[in-house]
């Protein structure tokens, strides 16, 4: 039997539960910093009110609830907060460092399972000419031409593989010379997935890295791909995000449509839209669940509506066409 929660100081819960995270689940070092925000700032609420996360009840965490609300704080915060605090009680009571889970009869604020904005297939093909603009000109000078081919290679392999943007940012120097037709991905929680790679993006990449050993052989020679003067080693995200912006601004693309994830929403409900299922999407974007993968299922619903009233014997669509 473990020692009542009460006894044991809410930093060392919270190592613990953070602990399981990443042993059990396999949860990368973002999502534990993230879930240690969040459990601390709770924790700090509980502290105010003289409790400790061993004896909070309901009503204290409908009280922090409704304290993140008053904050100002959206929604779909209050639903993650909410799910953090679900399964640090859980873990608690598991755990066996309280008898009961205070968060069982809690309910979270109503959400809309809206998809996000997607693209169209004729926006990035926009988005996609526009990036590989003036790459073989000759007469601009080599790093340009190196840092437009970087750009369009990116553009190219997110929309052929749905990568999430930090897989491929610091995707190694060994996928612009894979032979296969698939390159293996380490995605969130050290989980491993192969997605395929287009002929088109494959090109891509070759012609990126040719240009990289040109310009900066000791870049070239690094373990990265797309290799930069950063921590990491590798072309960070943001650096990413505001290249997409300037680039979707020169195509005639809203500011608001084009985000680092665009192209992987584009990549999800195209596939969808073309016929393909969904399970097959969940394994290819990486999602542990497909209830994840499921905020793209109005591309089915649609589909499913035009295939009632174009091939149902007595839809209008059917009738018009036996006249």
Do not use: W
């Amino acid at each position: 039997m473990s020692a009542p929660a009460t006894s044991v100081s809410p930093a060392l819960l919270l190592d613990a539960f953070l602990d399981m995270l990443a042993a059990e689940r396999g949860a990368a070092r973002n999502t534990q910093d993230a879930y240690r925000r969040d459990l601390a700032d709770y924790v700090d609420f509980l502290r105010g009110k003289r409790r400790h996360p061993g004896d909070a009840t309901t009503e204290h965490l409908r009280a922090y609830l409704a304290a993140l609300e008053a904050r100002g704080m959206s929604r779909a915060t209050v639903a993650r907060r909410l799910s953090a605090l679900r399964q640090f009680h859980k873990f608690l009571y598991v755990d066996r460092h309280r008898a009961d889970d205070p968060t069982a009869a809690l309910e979270g604020p109503r959400l809309a399972r809206n998809a996000p904005g997607v693209m169209t297939i004729e926006e990035v093909d926009r988005l996609l000419a526009t990036a590989r603009e003036g790459i073989d000109d000759e007469k601009r000078p080599l790093r340009e031409r190196m840092r437009a081919a970087r750009f369009y290679a990116l553009l190219e392999t997110l929309y052929a593989t749905g990568l999430r943007v930090s897989e491929l940012v610091s995707l190694p120097k060994s996928a612009a010379r894979a032979r296969d037709p698939f390159i293996a991905i380490k995605g969130k929680g050290g989980r491993e997935r192969l997605t395929p790679l287009t002929e088109r993006a494959k090109r891509a990449l070759s012609d990126y890295y040719k240009l990289l050993e040109a310009v900066s052989p000791a870049l070239a020679k690094g373990p990265f791909l797309f290799p930069a003067d950063s921590e990491s080693g590798y072309l960070t995200r943001q650096a990413f995000a505001r290249e997409l912006k300037t680039l979707g601004v020169a195509a005639g693309l809203s500011a608001a449509q084009v985000h680092p994830h665009a192209l992987r929403h584009a990549f999800a409900s195209h596939l969808l839209q073309n016929g393909a299922d969904l399970r097959v999407v969940q394994e290819l974007l990486g999602h542990a669940d497909i209830a994840t993968t499921q905020i793209y299922t109005h591309v089915l619903d649609e589909r499913m509506r035009a295939m009632v009233r174009d091939l149902h014997p007595l839809s209008d669509a059917c009738s018009q066409a036996k006249k």
